[in-house]
């Protein structure tokens, strides 16, 4: 079980930045793969990024939406056992409820191959 809590959401005018922090606790963090997807009013929720556990030397891998390449980075310190999204050129469209996911996959991009979800935090980018 790994228990999760966003935080850092909040209003911001387009063109801003905003970074997201996702602490985890329970079994060990560096075991997982962290996601994080958003929703919008009225629309399912989608895939913004996600980071993959470390496999053996090698650096962890990452993930991106199309829509967020470029703008958005994921990143992880397993010694605090938090997962970030920073957001850079921040757009209205990037309004939603984003989500940090965990699974024990090695690569993940679908909110069905997660297994435990944070509440989520609210991200409001005026224009």
């Known amino acids: 079980q790994v228990q999760l809590v966003e935080s850092g959401g909040g209003l911001v005018q387009a063109g801003g930045s905003l970074r997201l922090s996702c602490a985890a606790s329970?079994?060990?963090?560096?075991?997982?793969?962290m996601g994080w997807f958003r929703q919008a009013p009225g629309k399912e929720r989608e895939f913004v990024a996600a980071i993959s556990r470390r496999i053996s030397w090698r650096l962890s891998n990452t993930y991106y939406a199309d829509s967020v390449k470029g703008r958005f980075t994921i990143s992880r310190d397993n010694a605090k056992n938090t997962v970030y999204l920073q957001m850079n050129s921040l757009k209205p469209e990037d309004t939603a409820v984003y989500y940090c996911?965990?699974?024990?996959?090695?690569?993940?991009?679908?909110?069905?191959?997660?297994?435990?979800w944070g509440q989520g935090t609210q991200v409001t980018v005026s224009s």
């Open positions: 329970g079994r060990s963090f560096s075991d997982y793969t």
């Open positions: 996911a965990a699974t024990l996959r090695e690569i993940a991009t679908t909110q069905n191959e997660y297994d435990y």
